[in-house]
């Protein structure tokens, strides 16, 4: 049996392996994603529901209730993942010494999906993904490697890991005008997404850093972007509306009138924002709207239920 259909059945199926096993997990992901390379924006059909998830830092039991939940539908809905999957780990506390491995656990749960189902499951790049390229604030990502894997595993591990984080897609687009990236709107002047590089560090602050002008915090990279700029961005792409994470206090809100809603889907961010474990549902109608077109659910008593988000 593959490694990958293995971990995408348990999140902690290599939580008890050795490094060389690890690496062999590795490789069946390169593998597959060599043999279906991702563009930088994926389209998407809107064919089937798709689920779409926010901010996971490491939660990989949320992430795992949420893909178990598309699973389930028949057939299975498709599934973004708007990054942001490690550091800050893990359920609860940030970065706790008897709960190691968050982090990599919800990369491995992920790439394991991506790798066993490459058209239904795309995890789309967060900021914290591309920390090569654009540094973030106290990254724990590399000492929960080395708590697993010991200090000299870790040196080759992280490196292999972040060199398949490092072909995630950084945004995607559903059929009937959803845009989905992490953070923000391709800055101005980016051309039509095809002429979109995965090198360009404009075009990542701007999907992956950038925040809404609305309730602005400044970060010290990433700029602000007003609701006319958006709603241009968003013209030029055939989209009507966005969903995206990052924004912690914006998670569960709806705002620019409907047509920007962030999600996070990890506990460490229950408490903000609207709060809630949150999912949205994308359904197979002909035109997305708005946020009322979308169909929300929060973890409640250990399962999925409607939630109605805020309007601001
Ligand atoms: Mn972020």
């Not at 348990?10 to 069946?28: G, I, K, M």
């Not at 995206?244 to 408490?271: E, M, N, W």
């Amino acid at each position: 049996m593959r490694w990958t259909s293995r971990v995408a059945a348990d999140p902690l199926a290599l939580s008890r392996e050795t490094a060389p096993v690890f690496r062999e997990f590795l490789a069946e992901v390169r593998s597959s994603l060599e043999a279906h390379p991702w563009p930088v924006l994926v389209d998407l059909p809107a064919d089937r529901a798709i689920q779409v998830v926010g901010d996971i830092h490491g939660d990989y039991v949320a992430l795992a209730s949420a893909l178990k939940f598309r699973r389930e539908r028949a057939p299975p809905d498709r599934f973004v993942a708007l990054g942001d999957y490690v550091d800050r780990a893990t359920r609860s506390q940030p970065d706790p010494a008897s709960l190691p491995g968050g982090s990599l656990w919800t990369v491995a749960h992920l790439l394991a999906w991506a790798a066993e189902a490459p058209s239904e499951v795309i995890p789309l790049m967060g900021n914290h993904e591309s920390c090569r390229r654009l540094p973030v604030p106290g990254p724990t990502f590399f000492r929960e490697i080395r708590r697993i894997f010991g200090p000299e595993e870790a040196l080759t591990i992280y490196p292999e890991v972040m060199d398949l984080l490092e072909r995630l897609p950084l945004a995607a687009r559903t059929g009937n005008g959803v845009f989905l990236a992490h953070g923000g709107i391709p800055p101005h002047g980016s051309g039509p997404p095809d002429a979109w590089r995965r090198d360009d560090l404009a075009l990542l602050e701007g999907l992956l850093w950038a925040d809404p002008e609305v309730g602005y915090q400044d970060r010290g990279i990433g700029t602000a972007y007003s609701e006319d700029r958006f709603r241009r961005a968003l013209d030029d792409l055939g989209c009507r509306m966005m969903v995206k994470g990052h924004a912690p206090h914006h998670s569960g809100v709806a705002i620019f009138g409907g047509r920007l809603l962030t999600l996070h889907t990890s506990d460490l961010y229950a408490g903000f924002g609207h709060t809630g474990i949150l999912m949205a549902e994308i359904p197979p109608i002909p035109e997305i709207r708005s946020a009322r077109d979308l169909r929300i659910r929060r973890v409640q008593d250990g399962s999925w239920q409607p939630y109605s988000i805020r309007w601001d």
